[in-house]
């Protein structure tokens, strides 16, 4: 009787562990004479949550990425779109609902942002008349078209082989660095930094910056310079009649609210934006009442 006790005591001091591998579970069991206490360490729960909180957040770069790429399309897919179906309204969407909606300009002004756009991004070309009608002249010639990025290099690559052209006597002068318009986010231009020219009715001016103090919510600062929603900032303005007796040379187009009257006597002004400057406000005001067309510069009314 004494040595069986012995081995009852005993066997209640000796544990014995089982490990289970199944969906990352692990039980330990301890003899206690007759009975047995088993506890159970359960990953499974935890990896589930990790697992899902993994897919939550690729799920919400996935949707990040999708949304750059969709609005890095746009300019492109509007562009061939628009060179379709000229002043035509236009909705640019995907499968996930998102969209981007407009009004297409007329041809002349797609070419000029194409042109605009291409000159741009190539720093080393020399924007002067005599080079301009090279380049357009080589497309005319090859019947290329001017709404492709493609149709300018094609030119430029035929200027560079003739030679860079000399600038004409009667260019215009450019308009004063004051009235040049950055990006909140961007530092002043450099002094050889390509911009665009831009003519702009009064009351479209007017429209645009309400929708971008709506689109900034107060937020005015910016990197360099004077904020235009602090200073509420005009350019000189003068009506478009007594613009057209001053400027010389190539003719923007000109921008201007739905609906309203434009004459001779409608007051506008011009200015200069950089590049990321200007395709920040066109995508700001896809799909509201701005509209863009040509502003002749001969006599009369440019249409409306």
């Given amino acids: 009787m004494k040595r069986i006790l012995q081995f009852v005591a005993l066997a209640s001091t000796v544990a014995i562990h089982t490990v289970v591998a199944v969906s990352q579970v692990t039980s330990v069991c301890t003899l206690y004479g007759n009975t047995a206490q088993c506890t159970s360490n359960d990953n499974g729960a935890l990896a589930a949550e990790r697992q899902r909180e993994a897919y939550q957040t690729s799920q919400a770069i996935g949707q990040s990425i999708g949304m750059a790429i969709f609005r890095a399309h746009f300019p492109g897919w509007r562009r061939k779109y628009c060179s379709k179906h000229p002043t035509q309204p236009f909705v640019y969407a995907n499968a996930s609902g998102d969209s981007i909606s407009g009004n297409c300009p007329n041809a002349e002004g797609l070419a000029n942002e194409v042109a605009a756009g291409w000159v741009a991004k190539h720093h080393d070309y020399e ?22 990025p493609k149709s300018y290099d094609a030119g430029y690559k035929y200027l560079l082989a003739s030679g860079p052209q000399a600038p004409a006597a009667s260019a215009p002068p450019a308009p004063a660095r004051g009235d040049v318009f950055t990006w909140f ?63 010389r040379g190539p003719v923007p187009s000109l921008f201007y609210w739905q609906g309203e009257a434009v004459n001779d006597t409608t007051p506008a002004m011009h200015f200069q934006m950089t590049k990321r400057a200007y395709e920040q406000m066109l995508a700001l005001l896809a799909g509201s009442e701005l509209r863009m067309c040509p502003l002749q510069d001969q006599e009369g009314s440019p249409p409306h």
């Fill in 185 to 247: 986010d961007e530092p002043a231009p450099s002094p050889n930094a390509p911009l665009f020219d831009v003519v702009v009715t009064s009351r479209a001016y007017e429209g645009a910056l309400s929708m971008l103090r709506q689109a900034r919510k107060g937020n005015t600062a910016v990197q360099s310079g004077t904020s235009v929603l602090d200073a509420d900032y005009h350019p000189a303005t003068m009506s478009l009649d007594a613009w057209r007796q001053r400027s």
């Fill in 127 to 148: 924007p002067n008349a005599g080079n301009g009608r090279t380049i357009v002249g080589y497309i005319s010639e090859h019947r290329l078209s001017f709404f492709e």
